[in-house]
Protein backbone atom coordinates (compact mmCIF):
# COMPACT_ATOMS: atom_id res chain seq x y z
CA UNK A 1 0.00 0.00 0.00
CA UNK A 2 1.10 3.89 -0.66
CA UNK A 3 -1.31 6.62 -0.43
CA UNK A 4 -4.35 5.45 -1.85
CA UNK A 5 -3.25 2.79 -3.95
CA UNK A 6 -2.55 -0.94 -3.06
CA UNK A 7 -1.08 -3.60 -5.54
CA UNK A 8 -1.96 -6.95 -4.86
CA UNK A 9 -0.57 -10.57 -5.71
CA UNK A 10 -2.56 -13.65 -6.19
CA UNK A 11 -0.96 -17.57 -6.56
CA UNK A 12 -2.25 -21.00 -6.39
CA UNK A 13 -1.98 -23.69 -4.11
CA UNK A 14 -0.30 -26.81 -5.08
CA UNK A 15 1.90 -27.58 -8.25
CA UNK A 16 -0.08 -25.26 -10.56
CA UNK A 17 1.68 -22.24 -11.84
CA UNK A 18 -1.40 -19.59 -11.91
CA UNK A 19 -1.38 -16.16 -10.43
CA UNK A 20 -2.13 -12.62 -10.77
CA UNK A 21 -1.54 -8.67 -10.00
CA UNK A 22 -4.18 -6.48 -9.28
CA UNK A 23 -3.83 -2.40 -9.07
CA UNK A 24 -6.65 -0.99 -7.06
CA UNK A 25 -7.18 2.52 -5.69
CA UNK A 26 -8.98 3.36 -2.34
CA UNK A 27 -10.90 6.10 -1.45
CA UNK A 28 -12.68 5.27 1.71
CA UNK A 29 -13.27 1.96 2.76
CA UNK A 30 -16.66 1.67 0.26
CA UNK A 31 -15.06 2.78 -2.51
CA UNK A 32 -12.37 0.39 -3.96
CA UNK A 33 -11.93 0.85 -7.20
CA UNK A 34 -10.09 -1.91 -9.73
CA UNK A 35 -8.37 -0.11 -12.24
CA UNK A 36 -5.72 -2.64 -13.37
CA UNK A 37 -4.80 -6.72 -13.71
CA UNK A 38 -2.02 -8.50 -15.12
CA UNK A 39 -3.12 -12.69 -15.23
CA UNK A 40 -0.11 -14.74 -15.26
CA UNK A 41 -1.10 -18.45 -16.38
CA UNK A 42 2.53 -20.08 -15.59
CA UNK A 43 3.14 -18.31 -12.54
CA UNK A 44 2.53 -17.75 -8.81
CA UNK A 45 2.99 -14.48 -7.52
CA UNK A 46 4.33 -14.76 -3.71
CA UNK A 47 4.62 -11.06 -3.08
CA UNK A 48 4.28 -7.64 -4.79
CA UNK A 49 6.06 -4.29 -4.02
CA UNK A 50 5.81 -1.23 -6.48
CA UNK A 51 7.42 2.52 -7.05
CA UNK A 52 6.16 5.43 -8.84
CA UNK A 53 6.58 4.08 -12.11
CA UNK A 54 7.04 -0.10 -11.43
CA UNK A 55 5.86 -2.99 -10.06
CA UNK A 56 8.07 -5.94 -8.70
CA UNK A 57 7.11 -9.05 -7.90
CA UNK A 58 8.33 -12.47 -6.47
CA UNK A 59 7.22 -14.82 -8.39
CA UNK A 60 7.36 -18.93 -9.10
CA UNK A 61 7.09 -19.95 -12.40
CA UNK A 62 6.90 -23.26 -14.82
CA UNK A 63 8.65 -21.91 -17.83
CA UNK A 64 12.01 -24.19 -18.48
CA UNK A 65 13.68 -20.94 -19.68
CA UNK A 66 15.17 -20.24 -16.16
CA UNK A 67 17.55 -22.38 -14.01
CA UNK A 68 15.16 -22.42 -10.98
CA UNK A 69 11.57 -21.93 -10.91
CA UNK A 70 12.48 -18.83 -8.43
CA UNK A 71 12.06 -15.80 -10.76
CA UNK A 72 11.91 -11.64 -10.01
CA UNK A 73 9.19 -9.84 -12.75
CA UNK A 74 9.41 -6.33 -13.09
CA UNK A 75 6.17 -4.75 -14.38
CA UNK A 76 5.49 -0.78 -15.81
CA UNK A 77 2.68 1.31 -13.79
CA UNK A 78 1.60 4.16 -15.13
CA UNK A 79 -0.48 5.84 -12.58
CA UNK A 80 -2.90 2.53 -11.65
CA UNK A 81 -2.69 1.26 -15.10
CA UNK A 82 -0.06 -1.67 -15.31
CA UNK A 83 2.00 -1.88 -18.48
CA UNK A 84 3.49 -4.62 -20.33
CA UNK A 85 5.85 -3.15 -22.62
CA UNK A 86 9.21 -3.82 -21.69
CA UNK A 87 8.95 -5.76 -18.67
CA UNK A 88 11.63 -8.08 -17.53
CA UNK A 89 12.23 -10.93 -15.31
CA UNK A 90 15.86 -12.36 -13.66
CA UNK A 91 16.18 -15.84 -12.31
CA UNK A 92 16.62 -16.33 -8.78
CA UNK A 93 17.61 -19.12 -6.62
CA UNK A 94 15.62 -21.63 -5.54
CA UNK A 95 11.90 -22.68 -6.33
CA UNK A 96 10.17 -19.39 -5.35
CA UNK A 97 10.71 -16.07 -4.88
CA UNK A 98 9.23 -15.28 -1.48
CA UNK A 99 8.80 -11.10 -0.97
CA UNK A 100 10.12 -8.45 -2.64
CA UNK A 101 10.46 -4.93 -1.69
CA UNK A 102 11.38 -0.98 -2.71
CA UNK A 103 13.40 1.34 -1.40
CA UNK A 104 15.12 3.89 -2.14
CA UNK A 105 17.51 3.10 -5.39
CA UNK A 106 17.33 -0.40 -4.30
CA UNK A 107 14.72 -3.70 -4.66
CA UNK A 108 15.54 -6.68 -1.90
CA UNK A 109 14.07 -10.06 -3.05
CA UNK A 110 14.00 -13.02 -1.31
CA UNK A 111 13.80 -16.93 -2.66
CA UNK A 112 12.71 -19.85 -0.25
CA UNK A 113 14.47 -23.81 0.78
CA UNK A 114 18.37 -23.20 -0.40
CA UNK A 115 17.64 -19.39 -1.71
CA UNK A 116 19.30 -16.17 -1.06
CA UNK A 117 18.42 -12.59 -0.60
CA UNK A 118 19.11 -10.58 -4.01
CA UNK A 119 19.42 -6.85 -4.20
CA UNK A 120 18.83 -5.34 -7.77
CA UNK A 121 19.32 -1.83 -8.52
CA UNK A 122 16.34 -0.47 -9.68
CA UNK A 123 17.77 1.23 -12.78
CA UNK A 124 19.36 -2.50 -13.76
CA UNK A 125 17.15 -5.02 -13.23
CA UNK A 126 18.48 -7.96 -15.10
CA UNK A 127 21.05 -9.08 -12.65
CA UNK A 128 21.42 -8.79 -9.16
CA UNK A 129 23.75 -5.81 -7.58
CA UNK A 130 24.46 -8.86 -4.50
CA UNK A 131 23.58 -11.85 -3.78
CA UNK A 132 23.85 -13.90 -0.61
CA UNK A 133 22.66 -17.53 0.10
CA UNK A 134 20.81 -18.13 2.71
CA UNK A 135 18.55 -21.02 4.02
CA UNK A 136 14.96 -20.66 3.99
CA UNK A 137 14.53 -17.03 2.92
CA UNK A 138 10.93 -15.86 3.47
CA UNK A 139 10.62 -12.40 3.49
CA UNK A 140 12.41 -9.20 3.75
CA UNK A 141 11.89 -5.75 5.28
CA UNK A 142 13.81 -2.61 4.90
CA UNK A 143 13.70 0.57 7.44
CA UNK A 144 16.29 2.84 9.72
CA UNK A 145 19.07 1.77 7.78
CA UNK A 146 18.90 -2.31 8.31
CA UNK A 147 17.80 -4.64 5.48
CA UNK A 148 16.11 -7.39 7.46
CA UNK A 149 15.36 -11.16 6.42
CA UNK A 150 13.63 -13.70 8.21
CA UNK A 151 14.17 -17.75 7.69
CA UNK A 152 12.65 -20.91 8.79
CA UNK A 153 13.26 -24.49 9.75
CA UNK A 154 14.89 -23.41 11.96
CA UNK A 155 13.57 -19.32 12.53
CA UNK A 156 16.37 -16.70 12.49
CA UNK A 157 16.90 -13.54 11.11
CA UNK A 158 19.06 -12.19 9.40
CA UNK A 159 20.50 -8.25 9.80
CA UNK A 160 22.25 -6.50 7.13
CA UNK A 161 23.68 -2.70 7.20
CA UNK A 162 21.82 -1.20 4.23
CA UNK A 163 24.70 1.52 3.71
CA UNK A 164 27.32 -1.23 3.43
CA UNK A 165 25.81 -4.74 2.53
CA UNK A 166 28.90 -6.66 2.12
CA UNK A 167 29.61 -6.54 5.63
CA UNK A 168 28.45 -9.78 7.26
CA UNK A 169 24.88 -9.80 8.25
CA UNK A 170 23.92 -9.87 12.44
CA UNK A 171 21.91 -13.50 12.93
CA UNK A 172 19.95 -13.92 15.44
CA UNK A 173 17.48 -16.88 15.88
CA UNK A 174 13.88 -17.16 17.46
CA UNK A 175 11.58 -19.65 18.66
CA UNK A 176 9.35 -20.55 15.83
CA UNK A 177 8.83 -20.52 11.48
CA UNK A 178 9.13 -24.24 11.95
CA UNK A 179 6.51 -24.99 9.45
CA UNK A 180 8.49 -26.16 6.03
CA UNK A 181 7.69 -24.11 3.08
CA UNK A 182 5.21 -21.84 5.04
CA UNK A 183 5.12 -17.71 5.17
CA UNK A 184 6.84 -15.78 7.58
CA UNK A 185 6.55 -11.81 7.46
CA UNK A 186 9.02 -9.29 9.30
CA UNK A 187 8.12 -5.85 9.90
CA UNK A 188 11.31 -3.49 10.67
CA UNK A 189 9.95 -0.75 13.15
CA UNK A 190 11.78 1.25 15.94
CA UNK A 191 15.22 -0.76 15.58
CA UNK A 192 13.06 -3.74 16.24
CA UNK A 193 11.73 -6.90 13.86
CA UNK A 194 8.11 -7.90 14.73
CA UNK A 195 8.50 -11.37 13.08
CA UNK A 196 5.18 -13.40 12.03
CA UNK A 197 6.94 -16.64 13.53
CA UNK A 198 4.80 -19.21 11.91
CA UNK A 199 4.00 -22.07 14.80
CA UNK A 200 4.73 -19.71 18.08
CA UNK A 201 2.69 -16.69 17.29
CA UNK A 202 4.92 -13.25 16.99
CA UNK A 203 7.90 -12.55 17.83
CA UNK A 204 9.41 -8.94 18.86
CA UNK A 205 13.13 -8.99 18.24
CA UNK A 206 15.79 -6.44 19.24
CA UNK A 207 17.99 -5.57 16.23
CA UNK A 208 20.80 -4.93 18.36
CA UNK A 209 20.84 -7.90 20.49
CA UNK A 210 18.34 -10.64 19.23
CA UNK A 211 16.89 -10.45 22.27
CA UNK A 212 12.85 -10.76 22.71
CA UNK A 213 10.94 -7.64 23.44
CA UNK A 214 7.56 -8.77 22.95
CA UNK A 215 5.83 -11.85 22.50
CA UNK A 216 2.05 -12.74 21.03
CA UNK A 217 1.09 -16.53 21.33
CA UNK A 218 -0.57 -18.47 18.71
CA UNK A 219 -4.25 -18.62 19.07
CA UNK A 220 -5.54 -22.18 20.78
CA UNK A 221 -6.65 -24.01 17.78
CA UNK A 222 -8.86 -26.09 20.01
CA UNK A 223 -10.58 -22.82 21.59
CA UNK A 224 -11.46 -22.02 18.28
CA UNK A 225 -13.08 -25.59 17.24
CA UNK A 226 -10.64 -25.76 14.40
CA UNK A 227 -7.78 -28.32 12.79
CA UNK A 228 -4.15 -27.00 14.36
CA UNK A 229 -3.05 -27.46 10.74
CA UNK A 230 -5.07 -24.42 9.34
CA UNK A 231 -4.01 -21.84 12.55
CA UNK A 232 -0.78 -20.55 12.01
CA UNK A 233 0.63 -16.72 11.76
CA UNK A 234 2.00 -15.67 8.82
CA UNK A 235 1.60 -11.78 8.74
CA UNK A 236 2.13 -8.86 10.92
CA UNK A 237 1.43 -5.13 10.62
CA UNK A 238 2.06 -2.76 12.98
CA UNK A 239 1.18 1.15 12.88
CA UNK A 240 1.32 2.95 16.46
CA UNK A 241 0.60 0.62 19.98
CA UNK A 242 -1.64 -1.42 17.45
CA UNK A 243 -0.08 -5.03 15.96
CA UNK A 244 -2.37 -6.69 13.56
CA UNK A 245 -1.98 -10.43 12.90
CA UNK A 246 -3.14 -13.02 10.29
CA UNK A 247 -3.80 -16.34 11.94
CA UNK A 248 -5.01 -18.42 8.67
CA UNK A 249 -8.53 -19.63 9.37
CA UNK A 250 -8.32 -18.03 12.99
CA UNK A 251 -9.08 -14.70 11.36
CA UNK A 252 -7.33 -11.38 11.99
CA UNK A 253 -5.93 -10.75 15.76
CA UNK A 254 -5.44 -7.40 17.05
CA UNK A 255 -3.05 -6.32 19.98
CA UNK A 256 -1.82 -3.00 21.76
CA UNK A 257 1.26 -2.82 22.96
CA UNK A 258 2.02 -0.83 26.31
CA UNK A 259 4.78 1.49 24.12
CA UNK A 260 4.59 2.31 20.50
CA UNK A 261 6.03 0.09 17.88
CA UNK A 262 8.05 2.93 16.36
CA UNK A 263 9.44 3.98 20.02
CA UNK A 264 12.57 2.41 21.34
CA UNK A 265 11.73 -0.41 23.79
CA UNK A 266 15.16 -1.05 24.66
CA UNK A 267 15.99 -4.43 25.97
CA UNK A 268 13.34 -5.25 28.11
CA UNK A 269 10.48 -7.16 27.76
CA UNK A 270 6.98 -5.32 26.79
CA UNK A 271 2.94 -6.34 27.05
CA UNK A 272 1.46 -6.64 23.92
CA UNK A 273 -2.11 -7.43 24.81
CA UNK A 274 -5.09 -9.25 22.31
CA UNK A 275 -8.06 -6.74 22.47
CA UNK A 276 -10.08 -9.21 19.65
CA UNK A 277 -10.53 -11.16 16.69
CA UNK A 278 -11.68 -10.53 13.60
CA UNK A 279 -13.61 -13.39 12.52
CA UNK A 280 -13.65 -14.30 8.38
CA UNK A 281 -16.51 -16.47 7.26
CA UNK A 282 -15.64 -20.23 6.76
CA UNK A 283 -12.77 -21.58 5.27
CA UNK A 284 -11.67 -18.12 4.33
CA UNK A 285 -7.54 -18.23 5.59
CA UNK A 286 -6.11 -15.38 6.27
CA UNK A 287 -2.81 -14.74 4.29
CA UNK A 288 -1.93 -11.42 4.55
CA UNK A 289 -2.72 -8.14 6.50
CA UNK A 290 -1.49 -4.69 5.58
CA UNK A 291 -2.73 -1.83 8.01
CA UNK A 292 -1.83 1.84 7.45
CA UNK A 293 -3.83 5.08 8.78
CA UNK A 294 -6.89 3.77 10.24
CA UNK A 295 -7.42 1.23 6.99
CA UNK A 296 -6.84 -2.58 7.24
CA UNK A 297 -6.15 -4.16 4.09
CA UNK A 298 -6.86 -8.21 4.55
CA UNK A 299 -5.68 -11.01 1.97
CA UNK A 300 -8.47 -13.46 3.10
CA UNK A 301 -7.75 -16.25 0.42
CA UNK A 302 -10.99 -17.93 -1.27
CA UNK A 303 -12.47 -15.02 0.47
CA UNK A 304 -10.60 -12.47 -1.30
CA UNK A 305 -9.76 -8.97 -0.57
CA UNK A 306 -11.24 -7.23 2.37
CA UNK A 307 -11.06 -3.32 3.08
CA UNK A 308 -11.39 -2.52 7.13
CA UNK A 309 -12.01 0.91 8.38
CA UNK A 310 -10.80 0.68 12.02
CA UNK A 311 -11.79 3.22 14.71
CA UNK A 312 -11.28 3.42 18.62
Not at 245 to 268: C, H, K, L, M, R
Amino acid sequence: MSNNKAVVGYNMRGAEYLGGIDVFLISTEKNVKLKSEALFNNADVNSVTFSDDRVYAAEATGDVTYPYPAVFEVLGLQGANLVLDGNSIAPLASYAGTSAVFQGSRVYATSGDNGALSVFDSASLDLPEYSFDLHDARWVDVNDGKVVVVQGTPGQISVYDEANMTLPPDVFSFSGANVAESKSTVQVIGGKALIAAGDNGVQVVSLATGNVLGHVPLPDPADLVLDPSVVVTNAVSAEGDLLFISNGEAGVYVAQADTPFEQDWGETLHAITVLGRLQIDALQSVNHVVYKDGLLIVASGLGGLKVVRLSY
